[in-house]
């Protein structure tokens, strides 16, 4: 098992050198000139003639040439130093961390109410195949899977706003602080963002679950007289859980990513909310730091799924 966690370790570390190059190189191309928006965000309404954006070029570092510009902010990165804002001129990684608490508060939240719901809907609906139980979770399942998290966010705040007059707080409560303030302001963000995942999860695993329940083994360990919550739960369920596991994974991605929208709407001063204002005033600092922490959280999400299978099968550890 040891020798199975190291080279997962290790094979992290190529993924995470590609990522930065990724990161660095795609924020070049986004439009609009760094000088202008810069002079703009200071209220000048004068020309802006050449030397004055060579100044500021020279200033930023943006006067050299893109490698160089790599080299330079990868090895600060390494150092846990993402730079500051071309505008408000504060760290960057000290606006992450005000804000990592919110992000990766939805996003554990939204998860953790995919896994709690989405795996138990899988498992019934695989033990009532073609009954009116698994009809109705199915079609549950599929409702909800038709439905953007945006949708969902949005229909979260009107209607109850509409029928009953209620709003969720406004902002952002640390949940040590005042654990009710925060459960009233997440529980709805958690719901927007975890509906779509915990029905994704729960047709895979009842796909995975009819499959597993057909096998052999399954059939044996009937034989042998074991209690049916036995063969579901201790045979069944942990080898029906490789795929969902692996989708599980996957689907962190598409979770982190619509914090974004999540956090916009619901008022949430997060890290995606973070990123969409300084792309719009393409502030590269903010950008890179925000969309490497992303991609770094993914990373290691992944990361965490492929260990998980050394424990789930014990076959996997040999590989």
């Not at 992450?96 to 109410?113: K, W």
């Not at 399942?141 to 969902?152: D, E």
Request: net charge positive; glycine share 8%.
């Amino acid at each position: 098992m040891a020798k199975y966690i190291t080279t997962r370790l290790v094979l992290t570390i190529p993924t995470l050198f590609l990522l930065t190059i990724l990161v660095f190189g795609a924020i070049r191309v986004i439009p609009g000139d760094v000088c202008q928006l810069i002079l703009q965000s200071g209220g000048t309404q004068q020309a802006i003639d050449k030397e004055t954006c060579r100044n500021i070029n020279a200033a930023l570092g943006l006067d050299k040439p893109v490698t160089t510009q790599y080299v330079s902010w990868l090895g600060n990165v390494m150092t846990g130093d993402l730079g500051k804002s071309l505008f408000n001129k504060r760290d960057v990684r000290h606006d992450i961390q005000m804000r990592m608490a919110v992000t990766l508060e939805i996003a554990v939240l939204g998860a953790s109410f995919a896994f709690i719901v989405g795996v138990p809907m899988g498992v019934a609906s695989a033990l009532k195949q073609n009954k009116f139980q698994d009809y109705a979770l199915r079609f549950i399942a599929v409702g909800w899977l038709s439905v953007p998290s945006f949708w969902s966010a949005t229909l979260l705040v009107t209607l109850p706003a509409v029928w009953w007059h209620y709003a969720p707080p406004v902002g952002y409560t640390n949940l040590w602080d005042d654990p009710i303030r925060n459960i009233q302001q997440m529980y709805l963000p958690t719901l927007a963002v975890g509906l779509g995942i915990s029905a994704a999860m729960a047709r895979l695993t009842r796909s995975a679950m009819l499959e597993v329940l057909g096998e052999d083994y399954v059939r044996t360990a009937r034989a042998k007289g074991l209690a049916n919550r036995d063969v579901v739960y201790r045979h069944a369920l942990r080898n029906a859980l490789m795929p969902v596991v692996t989708l599980f994974g996957l689907q962190t991605a598409l979770l982190l990513s619509g914090t974004v929208i999540i956090e916009l709407i619901f008022g949430l001063p997060g890290i995606g909310r973070f990123l969409l204002d300084s792309v719009q005033l393409k502030d590269y600092p903010a950008i890179q730091g925000a969309v490497l922490f992303f991609a770094v959280v993914v990373v290691f999400a992944n990361l965490a799924v492929d260990l998980s299978y050394g424990f789930l099968d014990p076959r996997v550890r040999r590989y």
